[in-house]
């Protein structure tokens, strides 16, 4: 079965740079989920977005921005790196639906800011 | 406001031991989802289980158990005769059954399992 793709893998930037993380969801879930996960640490919601539209914030520094196009691909757009932006970037998908919505990972984007 | 405990932070044992993983949870909901995922040390988080809140039962797959308990606010996690291939980072995470916006998953800080040869 098709999981959530994430691309690129791994990503090393400057500080002071921009970085752009692509993710493709599950077919047909209606839901796509950021998370960003420090090392060591457990993975802290970023932002969610539900049929294109922003459902939900978390903890996403306002230098980072996210949008779903109509193909229902989303991306997360991160300007003036900072050395503490280096972690791994989660993208999730889910249906909203009551009783199908496990949140499926993919395999995250290491970000390595130097 | 949701909160998830796993109080054990690394747990060592020796291969084809019995293993449980403790997870502990607060909400205020009445009607939640519950979930293990497994993070390898390749990275990647792996869906093992989600439990519905009104779904008492305990579940057995393969070499892996879930004991959830709404009393006790609980919902360990078992590996029976560990292999090494178990080794790795194990979350418990919460998220609402329903509510306005907040569908995201609530995570514990992780229980890092190393199954030793």
């Known amino acids: 079965a098709a999981g959530v793709i994430q691309s690129p893998r791994h990503l090393i930037k400057e500080k002071r740079e921009t970085a752009t993380l692509k993710c493709y969801p599950i077919?047909?879930?209606?839901?796509v989920y950021w998370y960003q996960q420090g090392p060591g640490q457990d993975p802290q919601f970023l932002i969610s977005?539900?049929?294109?539209?922003?459902?939900d914030k978390g903890s996403i520094p306002d230098r980072f921005s996210a949008q779903q196009f109509s193909d229902y691909h989303s991306e997360l757009n991160m300007s003036s790196l900072e050395l503490g932006d280096s972690a791994l970037y989660f993208c999730?998908?889910?249906?909203?639906?009551?009783?199908?919505?496990?949140?499926?990972f993919g395999e995250g984007s290491w970000l390595t800011v130097v | 406001a949701q909160k998830v405990t796993q109080a054990q932070t690394e747990i060592s044992v020796v291969e084809k031991e019995d293993v449980t993983l403790d997870c502990v949870y607060e909400?205020?909901?009445?009607?939640?989802?519950l979930f293990w995922y497994k993070q390898p040390p390749s990275g990647e988080l792996v869906f093992l289980i989600r439990?519905?809140?009104?779904?008492?039962q305990n579940e057995i797959s393969g070499r892996y158990s879930w004991n959830f308990q709404k009393s006790t606010s609980s919902f360990n996690f078992t590996i029976t005769a560990s292999q090494v291939v178990d080794s790795a980072v194990y979350f418990c995470?919460?998220?609402?059954?329903?509510?306005?916006?907040?569908?995201?998953?609530?995570f514990g800080k992780g229980t890092k399992l190393s199954v030793i040869p």
């Open positions: 995470a919460l998220r609402p059954y329903s509510g306005a916006g907040s569908y995201q998953l609530t």
């Open positions: 077919p047909r879930h209606d839901t």
């Open positions: 909400t205020r909901d009445t009607t939640y989802y």
């Open positions: 977005f539900y049929e294109k539209m922003q459902s």
């Open positions: 439990r519905n809140s009104f779904d008492e």
């Open positions: 999730a998908s889910s249906y909203r639906d009551r009783g199908r919505n496990t949140i499926y």
